[in-house]
């Protein structure tokens, strides 16, 4: 079973800051299949980020993901009052087929 | 506008049973496997099954499997999860999703979710 492992837990940066968030997994993850949402209080998660790299329609080009194999990135280049959130990561593919982190909680310093 | 509305949350007492209903507007529903995901208070997410266009094919989370049961109606463009034995773990806000395409699983669009509270 893949385990997704995010860090850190939360994060406190200043609007104008570069957020790096993390997903490790605990083995190979294809970059098709990871993918980055973000969840505000109240809402549904909203869909970033998929197969590691690709933009969902929408979204800001300030956020960016990277990586492969088991390291996975989601950058976001200048933050905005509005990207305080929490962040999850997701891989598709392996047993159980679907599995998230346990989420990034982005909070204004 | 793509939209993904659930129904028929509520409490239930442990042992229980509920159905929850997903309609899809929007989109071609037959064309996109669906899944349901669900949130605990307080926590992450958990997927919790999903099922492929035509309704054959229909994963489960362990945690799920032998007491839920997925299935669609593409006619009524309609997800449904029939949820037996519930229990206090169950309790959680549950959310449909839209798969993204037949070879990327992310999940494009969700649902606002309905609550499902177990307890006595």
């Known amino acids: 079973e893949i385990v997704l492992t995010q860090s850190p837990g939360t994060l406190s940066l200043s609007p104008g800051e570069r957020a790096t968030l993390s997903c490790r997994a605990s083995?190979?993850?294809?970059?098709?299949?990871l993918a980055w949402y973000q969840q505000k209080p109240g809402q549904a998660p909203r869909l970033l980020i998929y197969?590691?790299?690709s933009r969902a329609t929408g979204i800001p080009d300030r956020f960016s993901g990277s990586g492969s194999g088991t390291d996975f990135t989601l950058t976001i280049s200048r933050l905005e009052p509005e990207d305080f959130a929490v962040y999850y990561c997701?891989?598709?593919?392996?047993?159980?087929?679907?599995?998230f982190g346990q989420g990034t909680k982005l909070e204004i310093k | 506008e793509v939209q993904l509305v659930e129904s028929g949350g509520g409490l239930v007492q442990p042992g229980g049973s509920l159905r929850l209903s997903c309609v899809a507007s929007?989109?071609?529903?037959?064309?996109?496997?669906m899944s349901w995901v669900r949130q605990a208070p307080g926590k992450g997410l958990e997927w919790v099954s999903g099922?492929?266009?035509?309704?054959?094919?229909?994963p489960y989370a362990d945690s799920v499997k032998g007491r839920f049961t997925i299935s669609r109606d593409n006619s009524r463009n309609t997800l449904y999860l029939q949820m037996n034995r519930l229990t206090a773990d169950d309790t959680a806000l549950y959310y449909c999703?839209?798969?993204?395409?037949?070879?990327?699983?992310?999940?494009?669009?969700w649902g606002q979710g309905t609550m499902v509270t177990v307890s006595s």
């Open positions: 099922v492929n266009s035509g309704g054959s094919v229909t």
């Open positions: 197969g590691a790299s």
């Open positions: 999703a839209k798969k993204f395409s037949a070879t990327t699983g992310a999940f494009e669009v």
């Open positions: 929007g989109f071609t529903f037959s064309s996109y496997a």
């Open positions: 083995q190979s993850v294809s970059s098709s299949s």
């Open positions: 997701q891989q598709y593919g392996s047993s159980p087929l679907y599995t």
